[in-house]
């Protein structure tokens, strides 16, 4: 449902176009009329409509008047007049659209067929603003990679990999749910794919997920991942893999 506010001086004028929305756009609900620009300026802050339906010469002054001194415009405005010289004047004070009179309702029909999808487009977009609002900012990042093997192209969420192991020319990744993929691609280029998204290399044969260390032993000189495995750190890495632990 669309609420509108009709501000036209003539009353009669009111009346047709009341009559017009009654019978071609049922949708459309008057929820005030005004017949100069201070009361029009009041009806519009107090009802807070969808739509106003505007005269553009009237008692008190013009249209373009009313719209000037109204500091949130939150709603669409529907030029009706009996002057076409204003229509540039219109178009330029935002208006969704301009209708001669007398009024042709194909027009009428037209123009709240633009608020409807204006309201629409609004609608979406104050939707979207509320969700970018409670997502935490980290939900925001894309944080996928694509890897392909034989048959076909994997989607991976990166934060769903705890490891990753070099077998020769190929490297096994290994997932928190406990299955495992194989890609033909060397841990060097896994390495670059993924030193963006908090991994980091312990040995020449494993790359890790930073996120899903547990601990260092450092008798050991291992690292113990969330699912249980023991993964190596070679001495040239010890250092490195300290330094992230005590930043996590």
């Known amino acids: 449902m669309i609420r509108c506010v009709i501000v036209e001086d003539e009353e009669m004028a009111r009346n047709v176009l009341k009559s017009l929305l009654a019978q071609y756009c049922p949708d459309v609900m008057v929820c005030a009329e005004a017949d100069d620009v201070i009361s029009g300026k009041n009806m519009i802050e107090t009802f807070r409509p969808d739509l106003v339906f505007l005269d553009i010469e009237m008692p008190g002054g013009s249209g373009f008047k009313l719209l000037t001194s109204i500091e949130n415009k939150d709603f669409e405005v529907v030029f009706i007049t ?4 204003f ?6 004070h935002d208006a969704l659209d301009y209708i001669l009179k007398p009024i042709d309702p194909k027009e009428l029909v037209a123009a709240v067929e633009k608020v409807n999808e204006a309201k629409y487009k609004k609608t979406l977009k ?6 970018l609002k409670n997502l935490d ?3 925001l990042v ?3 990679i694509s890897l392909s093997t034989s048959d076909k192209i994997h989607l991976i969420d990166v934060d769903d990999i705890i490891r990753c ?3 020769n020319y190929y490297t096994i990744i290994f997932f928190k749910d406990g299955t495992s993929l194989m890609v033909s691609k060397t841990l060097k280029d896994m390495e670059q794919k993924l030193e963006e998204y908090d991994f980091v290399r312990t040995h020449k044969s494993h790359l890790v997920n930073m996120r899903c260390i547990m601990n260092f032993i450092k008798d050991e000189m291992m690292v113990v991942m969330t699912d249980g495995t023991k993964v190596p750190v070679s001495k040239r890495k010890k250092e490195k893999i300290l330094e992230v632990i005590n930043n996590l």
């Not at 009996?82 to 010289?85: F, G, I, P, S, V």
């Not at 104050?126 to 969700?131: A, G, T």
Request: without cysteine; hydrophobic residues 30%.
């Open 165 to 167: 192991e070099s077998d």
């Open 142 to 144: 894309v944080r996928k």
């Open 87 to 92: 229509a540039i004047k219109a178009i330029r």
């Open 137 to 139: 900012p980290e939900q």
């Open 82 to 85: 009996a002057y076409e010289q």
């Open 126 to 131: 104050k939707q979207y603003d509320n969700l």
